[in-house]
């Protein structure tokens, strides 16, 4: 890890959207400069709910509890719902998919799509062997639907691949990321192995979550290649993709084949827009290196979701 | 001995005319009537070989009809030599049964070297034996230095089966075929009988000898039997027992000609090749019969002529003389049967094969690729199969194209996500591992369709499947390291309860990955498929944690220039391992340099972004990143094929397997 200055900190720590408060983020085209004299300071997410699940609300900086590395932190400010999303949605597109699934699946992105807002944006990549994107960030929903009618299922799946590459992208450092991945958690030829996806996890800073059907059309391999792709997914990775989504504070939210596919998508991006943004400048522990991070809020059966740690 | 250069008819004989002069077109060059008859003559007087007469010395018909013959030429070319000897029985001591297996094998080798040490270093030999199957001791080789190996014996008498089978070997160009058998006359067991061997010799471009030694071994044989019978002292060994025998002498004094026997002797004399019989208590060596025949066929003519004023197509009869010495003695093949040359109108090859008649249609005109294509295509390859199956051979006269032709409807067979089809799909190559097998051992042909199988079956990821037929591979080429590097990857995929992600390893059972090291160990020494073998076995190393032995492994590696797959795997594998051994900086390197060798090549684009991030490289590893996303789609990448072996090579091995069935 290169700790030589603050840019070359801010462009390594690649987890953590690193500002003074929220009102410096917002309408920035050129973010550097601005972070240069805030080396310091830390982003995380943090959604909090109640013992229903409802989303809790109207807390304070004074009402969260950040323990960095095993100690803890001064939070300096909180936004709540302020900062505008991106939206990077995965669709996997490998043999197990079927035609009708995937026609749900257009419904359930182009759902996805009117429940942003405008400031919001959407990029699509769909997945087997191959990781293309098809649509880069956009507000334009008939963009989104016309690539995704494009979209034909086959092939072998690289599903770790395209959760490192879907990390590692490029994103906006004033917006905040959401991954959300729609596979069936079978691998057959990726060439990332899971402990180099948590350093991946680790050292990006979106947010993962995993639609997984459990029992959804699984369609019989019809081709040579695809054939052999399904002798090979013999091993699903689900407790990979549980463990990789909670490092970065996601989850997986299992469907079947009565779940209403456009009413998940939504779940996920309300859960996420409904976390708070905390900002923190760490104070007595080493810059290097990973850090641990825990948060906890002052508020009886309430529950914390956050990732669980970032590279410095 | 005649050779037709024809078009049809004795189709060997095409191999001498462009061993001489390659024809651009064979088919063109044949077909316009223009056909050459060559036919070896030997002419003594008394015992004297007469040498150096030319075209105008011989007169030659052909049906009746004088020919012009064009040239008169030496015949002394390298020959190719089949030696036949007739083990079956009890060769050695017909009235006991202690038979020593070392005393036959040494009799037979010490006989078999007195012959070969006549030959000349240009000629070759091959040694085959009859008994109760037809069995090749030494395929043909230059004058072979290795002893004989375990021969059977004592058994029951394919005496035509393994005659036919020596006859049937096709004459390579400028060399000349001669076969030499000695037998005790007597057949029990061929599946052919005296006439359709006559048949074949006829046909065969052979100078064929035949030496019957009935009358001594006739002797032994009843010595056995009067003994067994009558006095009951010892057991009878001799096969007499056995019903249908086919003789072709009678097994007494005077040794007449039986019917079978009068067939032989014409096929052999037919050929323009010698019957030797004993005769009183003087029986042929197979060393007097071959130092005679070699002197005889030495010092011989090859005449060459253009058949004129007769018809084409059918039996030719040829009749040569000296006229102008009435005593010399002319030994010459007897005629020739060219079949009917009237080509058959082409069909029309549809441009998309559906039915079973279509594919085969299709794939007889060479259509490969489409029949390739329509075959991946067509919903239920089940049926195909089995409607293959029940109509048979569509290419009697080329069993090497049906067997080819097997493997292209198995492939999308063995690829079926329904289990009864892939079943069927195997159970059809099954079926072929015993029709492409010649009598007389593995040949060219059967090791090239074993090896298309197994890179197929490579494929599939069926480490039982492939296992399998690696056996069976291995049972008939045992020292062939490419079936050994099969089923060495059918083990390796079989220690992977995962298949293709590292993530495997952990399910893998210590015991099974050290089977799969050792298997790899083993093919290290074997230059064929070293590089592949150092290749996995490293990649194995690192899957297990020995990764400075996999680093060692690879850095042994010795690609060769056109195997791309092979050279991306290793550097590949080289960034893994760098990776694990905590050098980020050298496994960047690596990974770039697998980049240059593919550069389309998803993985290791991923490997480069996932190493650049974690040397703390973020710009660079989203710039590849955004790469990778924008990236054409292609579907060569080596990685995604590692666990498929040597499926990559099917293609090849495919278009080989095609090439020798036309």
């Known amino acids: 890890m290169n700790s030589a200055g603050p840019t070359v900190w801010f462009a390594a720590a690649s987890l953590m959207v690193c ?104 990029k699509l990549i769909l997945f087997n062997m191959h990781v293309t994107r098809i649509v880069d960030f956009t507000t334009d929903a008939d963009a989104v639907d016309r690539a995704i009618r494009t979209a034909t299922a086959g092939g072998a799946t690289a599903l770790l691949d395209a959760i490192s590459t879907a990390l590692v992208s490029a994103s906006a450092p004033d917006r905040r990321q959401l991954i959300v991945f729609f596979t069936d958690g079978n691998d057959s030829i990726s060439v990332t192995a899971p402990d180099t996806l948590t350093m991946v996890a680790q050292r990006t800073r979106g947010t993962l979550t995993f639609v997984m059907p459990s029992l959804i059309n699984r369609r019989p391999a019809s081709s040579a290649t695809s054939g052999a792709s399904r002798q090979v997914s013999l091993r699903p990775l689900a407790p990979v993709l549980s463990a990789i989504a909670a490092e970065t504070g996601g989850t997986v939210l299992p469907v079947d084949e009565g779940t209403d596919l456009a009413g998940a998508f939504t779940r996920v991006l309300d859960d996420f827009r409904s976390a708070y943004v905390l900002y923190y400048n760490p104070r007595g522990v080493d810059r290097g290196g990973y850090h641990r991070l825990e948060v906890r809020v002052k508020r009886e059966g309430a529950t914390v979701q956050a990732r669980r740690g970032y590279w410095f | 001995m005649a050779r037709v250069i024809a078009r049809f008819g004795l189709v060997a004989s095409l191999t001498l005319l462009q061993g001489q002069r390659p024809p651009a077109n064979p088919q063109q060059t044949f077909r316009a009537g223009t056909d050459v008859v060559m036919v070896d003559v030997s002419v003594k007087s008394g015992d004297r070989v007469v040498t150096g007469l030319g075209p105008e010395d011989f007169v030659l018909t052909d049906n009746g009809v004088r020919q012009r013959i064009e040239s008169v030429e030496s015949t002394a070319v390298p020959i190719d030599l089949t030696l036949v000897i007739d083990l079956s029985g009890n060769p050695d001591r017909p009235w006991t049964r202690r038979i020593d297996h070392s005393k036959v094998v040494a009799d037979v080798q010490r006989e078999v070297q007195e012959v070969t040490s006549i030959l000349r270093p240009t000629d070759r030999i091959r040694l085959l034996a009859i008994d109760q199957y037809v069995q090749q001791i030494w395929p043909l080789q230059q004058v072979p230095a290795t002893p004989i190996p375990r021969v059977e014996f004592d058994g029951l008498a394919s005496v035509f089966d393994t005659l036919a089978a020596a006859l049937i ?99 052999v004399e037919t050929a ?71 080509p058959a109108p082409a069909p029309t090859v549809p441009a998309v094969p559906k039915t079973l008649a279509d594919l085969t249609l299709a794939y007889e005109a060479g259509a490969f690729q489409s029949v390739a294509t329509a075959l991946r295509q067509i919903a239920d390859p089940q049926r195909l199969m089995r409607d293959f199956e029940e109509e048979g051979n569509p290419w009697p006269a080329a069993p090497r194209r049906e067997a080819g032709f097997a493997i292209e409807l198995a ?43 197994l890179t197929l079956l490579q494929g599939t990821i069926n480490p039982p499947a492939l296992e399998a037929f690696a056996d069976l591979a291995l049972a008939r080429f045992p020292d062939e390291p490419r079936f050994l590097l099969a089923r060495a990857i059918a083990a390796d995929q079989r220690s992977t309860t995962a298949g293709a992600s590292r993530v495997a390893a952990t399910g893998s059972s210590q015991t099974a990955l050290e089977t799969v090291r050792r298997q790899y160990e083993a093919l290290i020494g074997m230059p064929a498929v070293a590089a592949e073998a150092r290749v996995r076995l490293a990649w194995l190393l690192h899957r297990i944690g ?30 893994h391992v760098m990776n694990a051994l905590g050098r980020p900086d050298d496994a960047t390197v690596a990974y770039r340099a697998a980049r240059a060798i593919a550069p389309d090549a998803q993985s290791a684009q991923v490997a480069l972004m996932n190493g650049l991030l974690a040397r703390g490289d973020r710009a660079g590893a989203e710039t590849v990143a955004e790469v990778i996303q924008r990236q054409r789609s292609t579907d060569f990448d080596p990685w995604w094929m590692y666990w498929q072996g040597q499926y990559r090579l099917y293609g090849q091995a495919m278009a080989r397997i095609r090439e020798m069935g036309r």
């Open chain 2, 169 to 267: 070997r096709p004459v390579e160009p400028a060399r000349r075929h001669v076969v030499i058998a000695r037998t005790k006359g007597v057949d029990t067991i061929s599946a052919i009988d005296a006439r359709a061997l006559r048949g074949i010799a006829e046909r065969s471009d052979a100078l064929f000898h035949l030496v019957i030694m009935e009358n001594a071994l006739g002797a032994d044989a009843a010595l056995s039997g009067f003994q067994s019978n009558l006095i009951g002292l010892v057991e009878a060994t001799n096969r007499s027992w056995l019903p249908h025998q086919r003789r072709l002498v009678s097994s007494g004094p005077p040794y007449q000609l039986l019917s079978d026997g009068i067939a032989v002797r014409s096929a």
């Open chain 2, 546 to 575: 020995r990764h400075d032995d996999a680093l060692a492994r690879l850095d042994e590696v010795d690609v060769e220039p056109l195997d791309g797959s092979l050279r991306y795997l290793q550097h590949l594998f080289s960034g």
């Open chain 2, 272 to 342: 323009g090749g010698g019957w030797h019989q004993a005769r009183a208590f003087s029986v042929p060596s197979l060393t007097g019969t071959f130092r005679e025949t070699f002197e005889s066929f030495r010092q011989g003519h090859m005449l060459r002529y253009t058949p004129q004023g007769v018809t084409r197509s059918g039996w030719h009869t040829i009749a040569v003389t000296v006229p102008r010495s009435r005593g010399y003695t002319v030994r010459a093949r007897r005629g020739y049967g060219i079949e009917d040359s009237a």
């Open chain 1, 19 to 122: 500002a003074a408060a929220p009102g410096i983020l917002s309408g920035r085209a050129q973010q550097q400069p601005t972070f240069r004299s805030e080396i310091n300071a830390v982003v995380v997410d943090a959604s909090v709910r109640d013992r229903s699940r409802r989303a809790v609300t109207n807390l304070r900086p004074a009402d969260f509890v950040v323990i960095d590395n095993g100690v803890p932190q001064d939070v300096d400010n909180v936004s709540y719902g302020k900062l505008p999303i991106d939206v990077t949605v995965a669709l996997d597109v490998s043999y197990s998919v079927t035609g009708v699934v995937l026609e749900r699946l257009r419904r359930a992105v182009g759902q996805l799509m009117r429940e942003l807002r405008r400031e919001d944006r959407l």
């Open chain 2, 411 to 453: 492939e999308p067979g063995v690829f079926s996500p329904r289990a009864e089809t892939r079943d069927q799909a195997l159970r059809l190559l099954n079926r072929f591992t015993r029709l492409i097998r010649q009598p007389l051992g593995p040949d060219v042909f059967e090791r090239q369709w074993y090896y298309t199988v």
